[in-house]
């Protein structure tokens, strides 16, 4: 049911209600009117007719008191009877003119009817005179009235309803509209907003519901915008990937080359020097072959330390277990301060993404602490359980400055992305009660 029709009937029933009220009361008020009215009206008759009659019948007997009664004729809401000394009726009063044929409803008639009164009286010669309030006209006279009040009633009742259905279809018209803007809205068309509508409340739910409509286009167009940020991030991410793996590929073959054919022509150079030297006599050609013999040696030492950072060669044949203990050998030999401890539990068939992480995440933290700490002792830790690796390097150094998480650390951001890359999480804290600790947790799934 719709709410016009439902508004209207409801006005229309409580001014039903109100209507039968006023009705229920009128009839009570009635009812004791009437009741006042023919009991005043049969006291009256009773007192003035029954005294004339006492008078008429002592002075000719019945046919006096006949006659006085035909004279007086009808007494309103009265009727009277005349009987002999033998009790046969000598006289009724005549019916009454008034609303002659007519009477009211039954029913009506007993709800107002009041007590029967009737009153008789014993004259001289034995004849008998009652007098009996009728109440029928009056009756008839409230059902008249009652009549004409539930007519008009309900007519001003039908007019009320067409006025207040008329009323209530104009308050309520801005309501289709609404919503077909929420139809149109969830069909998608966020640029719709509401014409200006009737009314105080109309108006007021109109602005709400374009204060609504633009919040919601706001928030679709922003979500719509982080959704492609999202998904640009995503493909720099993977692109940086690709470009990681490019360059780790790139080392890789540049540290073969270096170790397979650069490392072999340095040692070459360095023997041909050495025998040179050994084999010549000039005091000139010894000295430049011992020369170009200790170039070559420093030249090879710098090769074999840059090779590990390329990508060291252990991690390829031993594993990452080996390639950290490599690592840790060739930094004590290198520097004498921070001093080095490894901790460490590798689990066996590691990945290459996860070795390769694990070992650059240490490799990072090492660079770091000899670059920026000022440590005088560094800690690396590798544990391990069935589901993942987590990898720290925590050094007593200065810790980290105020401004570091501003853009740049390209190392750090680097391999941030590529442990979540791998599903895991790297963190960069500052240590207790100095120092910084770098750790890295590495999910095992990951294998390849």
Request: proline fraction near 5%; charged fraction near 25%.
């Amino acid at each position: 049911m719709k709410l016009r029709t439902r508004l209207n009937l409801v006005l229309t029933g409580v001014t039903a209600v109100f209507v039968a009220a006023l009705v229920a009361d009128g009839i009570r008020d009635t009812r004791s009117s009437i009741r006042e009215e023919i009991e005043a009206a049969n006291h009256v008759a009773v007192q003035v007719i029954g005294q004339l009659a006492v008078a008429y019948s002592q002075a000719g007997g019945e046919p006096a008191v006949r006659r006085l009664l035909e004279q007086l004729g009808h007494v309103r809401a009265n009727e009277i009877t005349l009987r002999n000394s033998a009790g046969r009726l000598t006289y009724r009063s005549p019916a009454a003119v008034y609303k002659a044929g007519r009477d009211a409803p039954a029913w009506f008639t007993r709800l107002l009817a009041p007590h029967p009164a009737r009153h008789g009286f014993e004259l001289a010669d034995g004849t008998q005179l009652m007098i009996e309030a009728q109440p029928s006209r009056a009756i008839l006279d409230a059902w008249d009235d009652l009549t004409r009040l539930v007519i008009l009633a309900g007519a001003m009742l039908s007019v009320l309803a067409l006025l207040a259905f008329w009323l209530v279809g104009r308050a309520l018209a801005p309501f289709p509209v609404i919503v077909d803007g929420l139809e149109r809205l969830k069909r998608g068309d966020l640029t719709y907003r509401l014409p200006p509508l009737p009314g105080a409340e109309a108006r007021a739910i109109g602005a709400a519901f374009n204060r609504m409509a633009q919040a919601v286009t706001d928030n679709v167009q922003a979500e719509r915008e982080a959704r492609e940020a999202r998904a640009r991030l995503e493909e720099r991410r993977e692109l940086a990937l690709v470009v990681e793996q490019s360059l780790e590929e790139e080392r890789r073959l540049i540290a073969h080359e270096l170790h397979d054919e650069f490392g072999q022509s340095v040692t070459a150079i360095r023997s041909l020097a050495m025998a040179i030297a050994t084999q010549s006599a000039e005091p000139g050609s010894v000295s430049a072959a011992r020369l170009v013999c200790d170039e070559a040696a420093r030249l090879y030492d710098a090769l074999h330390g840059l090779i590990p950072r390329l990508t060291p060669p252990a991690l390829e044949t031993l594993g990452l277990g080996a390639a950290l203990e490599s690592l840790a050998r060739d930094w004590r030999q290198r520097h004498a301060t921070p001093a080095l401890s490894l901790r460490q539990q590798v689990p066996e068939d590691l990945g290459t993404s996860v070795t390769l992480a694990a070992y650059r995440v240490v490799q990072e933290g090492l660079v770091n602490a000899v670059r920026h700490a000022n440590a005088t002792r560094v800690t690396v830790e590798v544990s391990s359980t069935p589901e993942s690796m987590t990898v720290s390097v925590t050094d007593d150094g200065v810790g980290l400055a105020a401004h570091w998480p501003r853009p740049g650390h390209f190392g750090l951001r680097g391999l941030a992305e590529r442990v979540e890359h791998l599903g895991g999480a790297f963190e960069v804290r500052n240590a207790e009660p100095h120092g910084v600790c770098l750790t890295a947790r590495i999910p095992l799934a990951v294998r390849s």
